[in-house]
C-alpha cells in the first residue's frame, strides 16, 4: 500500500485554508493536509525529527510575520533531507505581475497558483 500524499498548507486565512482542502478532496480524497496559519510554525514542523515526508507544500504570499517569499527562503535554507522532494506552490490572490515573476525566478518555487486554490489547478497536479 502507497502512503497518502502529504500537503503542507501555509496561510493565514481560514476561508482560504477551508476551500483549498474542500476542492483538494474532490480530486484527492485520500491527501492529508498538515496546514499552519503561521509560516515560523510550518518551519518549525519542518525540523521536526522524525516527521513524515512532506509532498507538495502550497504558501500564501501575504501573510503576518513572515511572507510568502521569506518562508521561501528559509524553506531553501533547510538542510536537503528536512525539504526532501516536495514541490512548492506559491498562492495569491494578487493580480501583481511582480509577484508571478518573482515566484518564477526563485530556486524553490516550482509555480504560482492563483487563490483561491481551484479544483481544475489540483486536479492536474494529482
Do not use: W
Not at 476542492?23 to 496559519?37: I, S, T, Y
Amino acid at each position: 500500500m502507497t502512503k497518502p500524499v502529504r500537503i503542507l498548507l501555509v496561510d493565514d486565512c481560514d476561508a482560504d485554508r477551508y476551500f483549498f482542502k474542500r476542492n483538494l478532496r474532490k480530486v484527492h480524497p485520500e491527501a492529508e493536509v498538515v496546514e499552519f496559519v503561521y509560516a515560523q510554525d510550518a518551519l518549525r514542523y519542518l525540523k521536526t525529527p522524525g516527521r513524515d515526508a512532506v509532498d507538495y507544500v502550497f504558501v500564501d504570499i501575504n501573510m503576518p510575520r513572515l511572507d510568502g517569499f521569506e518562508f521561501a527562503d528559509a524553506y531553501e535554507a533547510l538542510y536537503p533531507e528536512l525539504r526532501g522532494h516536495a514541490r512548492f506552490y506559491i498562492c495569491s490572490s494578487s493580480i501583481n505581475p511582480a509577484d508571478r515573476q518573482r515566484s518564477d525566478q526563485h530556486p524553490v518555487i516550482d509555480g504560482f497558483c492563483e487563490k483561491p486554490v481551484s479544483r481544475d489547478f489540483l486536479g492536474e497536479l494529482f
